[in-house]
């Protein structure tokens, strides 16, 4: 059996930090708005065993304010050595998965195990280059590394309401070759869903994400970047069956706790569109 969906993500996050010129501080301000397309093509090996493949396009488009330490606009002298207006789009890292399943009486479970693929695009520390005054990028689409994923599932059915409880892991184990290493990434999930109206069908979650602080050549004391974040978001979906397409899914999340170190991306939701055959 062959299976394929298509979804899409978009959100506009914000940072403000602060640079130093000539002594004195000065303020970037920074939105951008991001965006995701996956998509998931699955095969089946044998019984309760299967292949999938994820494939990610994303893009990123910055814009960037710079003020000085009375909130005024400020034209550095540096010019658009750290951040400018821009937008980036690229794959991301593929996900190669084997999946398998356990139907049960009352329970199903599952697992999934596989490797994502250094395609995305990398660059070299931008951490250094800003040290040595020359111009560089933060912006990233992959890991640049060979990292392991591990993936857990648990479904039950009882009546019209069905339940699914998930997690997966993805470690990132060495450098890659800029020196850098992304922080392990956890992600743990609990989702309720019932009939709403018709064929429609709602959901409410709540997952619970962990990332752990990204190194360059070793260091994870720079001032920028992820230096470890733990985001909890509130998920609400809705899916209808489409006759001789699959399912379409609309969903959005919130979220209800962040806690970050360091000058970090804020995000106020996170909005999603799929397609399912």
């Not at 937008?87 to 996900?95: C, K, Q, R």
């Not at 800003?130 to 479904?155: I, K, N, Y």
């Not at 489409?242 to 106020?268: C, E, K, M, N, W």
């Amino acid at each position: 059996m062959w299976k394929w969906s298509l979804s899409g993500s978009g959100t506009r996050v914000h940072n403000e930090h602060t640079a130093m010129e000539s002594a004195a501080h000065y303020w970037h301000v920074l939105d951008v708005t991001l965006a995701e397309t996956s998509a998931v093509t699955s095969v089946g090996l044998g019984k309760n065993l299967g292949l999938e493949l994820l494939v990610p396009f994303r893009t990123a488009a910055m814009r960037v304010r710079f003020k000085d330490e009375e909130r005024r606009p400020f034209v550095p002298a540096e010019g658009d050595l750290h951040h400018r207006n821009e937008t980036l789009a690229g794959t991301g890292d593929p996900w190669l998965m084997l999946h398998a399943a356990r139907p049960g009486r009352a329970w199903t479970l599952g697992v999934r195990a596989g490797v994502s693929l250094p395609v995305g695009h990398t660059v070299a520390n931008p951490f250094d280059l800003g040290r040595r005054g020359l111009r560089h990028q933060h912006v990233q689409f992959g890991t640049g590394t060979w990292d392991p994923l591990l993936g857990l599932m648990a479904g039950r059915r009882l009546g019209s309401f069905g339940l699914t409880v998930t997690g997966l892991a993805r470690l990132a184990l060495y450098r890659n070759e800029h020196g850098y290493q992304a922080g392990n990434r956890y992600q743990v999930s609990a989702l309720a869903e019932r009939p709403i109206s018709g064929s429609w069908r709602g959901s409410l979650g709540l997952e619970l994400a962990r990332e752990q602080p990204e190194r360059w050549d070793g260091r994870r004391d720079e001032e920028e970047g992820n230096l470890g974040r733990t985001d909890l978001l509130l998920t609400v979906a809705a899916l209808r069956p489409i006759s001789g397409v699959g399912a379409v899914r609309f969903a959005v999340s919130v979220p209800v706790f962040t806690h970050t170190r360091g000058a970090q991306l804020d995000y106020p939701l996170i909005v999603s569109v799929g397609l399912a055959r």
